[in-house]
């Protein structure tokens, strides 16, 4: 099938898979560089790597332990002693003498005034008539056989200060109200605060703000954030520095410790820089992404790779999450009609569906951790980045 693939950095379109990881593989873009591709690709297989593994990620989570530790303070707030012990010092020296009681108001020996009745005692009165007429209000009527029967149903009374009641728990008919429920179509809310604004919401969301956040409270987000790439801007080398040994360890799946930054940079380009690729069915390996692209390519050869269940997930590792694939079934073979035809083992007139052809559709991605590079313009055969 007849396919465009445009390039997410220049916009030139290929129309086929090979020549677009070409593309970006060999530097002829004038946007994506060559060794940034190649840092999408590694950073697919070092994802890959700490994942495979629990104990390889909290190896790397172990690593960075104490840069996330060092910056867990305030920077802002404390007390200072000095002053308050020279205070306490001053106090110590002072002699305070004892309260002596106040006998003026207690009562001589042997005689008690009264206690003040309790509030409910007070209101006694009140609460039996609010009683009954909370009795008479709740009353009602039935008629069975001829017999009128008076029932009364008892509904709890709520006393104010005054001495007032309020029948806000029951009505006539007996059925209990819901304190927080609705009032007049109103919501409790609305019942209680009348003249309350409502909370605007707040439309507009930032992706960067909320990744902040996300990466202060759970630590970095190791899918978005190229943090291993000394030639990306998420690089931190700080985070892998350990004190104990004043070394900073390797982000990679490996316990190699170097004394300087410059030494773990050379580490990181020399033994963790892919030069060579296999395919995980024919176990080939191939010099180049673009070998190996063309490989996948190839339906009709003898590795069927193509055709295994996981080949979208190794399509979106190889190409470093440019590319994505699924198959698809071929425009003029969705309506197949399926006729009548005489099977020959049995001689029975069967119904017959004829096979879909289906082909696979390579589609266009953008990264997860894909950052917008500069665009630059082209001087000969390089490229000059320009801001």
Known sequence: MNQKLACIGCGD????????????????????????????????????????????????????????????????????????????????????????????????????SPYPPLPSQARASYSNVDKVISTIGTMSISSKDSANTITAVESPTYLSIGGNSKYAGSTASGRQLKVWGERDGKSASSALFPNAKPTSVNKEFSIAAHDEQMERDHGINIMRTRFWDPQSPDWNPERFYDSVVSKYNCPFVCERVHPTIADLVIHIGIDHRMVRSKCPLCLKYFDSSTALMSHCENRGGRCQVNKSDNFGIFIDRISGGFLAVKEEIRPDHLNNPSVMITNSATGRVEPYTPPRVSYLQYNVTTPPDWKEPTKGYRVGTGVQRSQ
């Open 13 to 112: 379109t290929f129309h086929r898979a090979c020549l677009l990881i070409e593309h970006l593989e060999y530097g002829y873009c004038e946007v994506i560089s060559a060794p940034q591709f190649q840092g999408h690709v590694i950073h697919k297989h070092l994802i890959t790597q700490l994942l495979k593994d629990g104990n390889a990620y909290a190896r790397f989570q172990a690593k960075q332990a104490k840069f996330e530790a060092a910056h867990d303070f305030e920077d802002e707030g404390g007390i200072t002693l000095n002053d308050q012990l020279k205070k306490d010092e001053e106090i110590n020296d002072v002699k305070f003498a004892a309260i002596e009681p106040d006998v003026s108001n207690m009562p001589s020996p042997g005689r008690h």
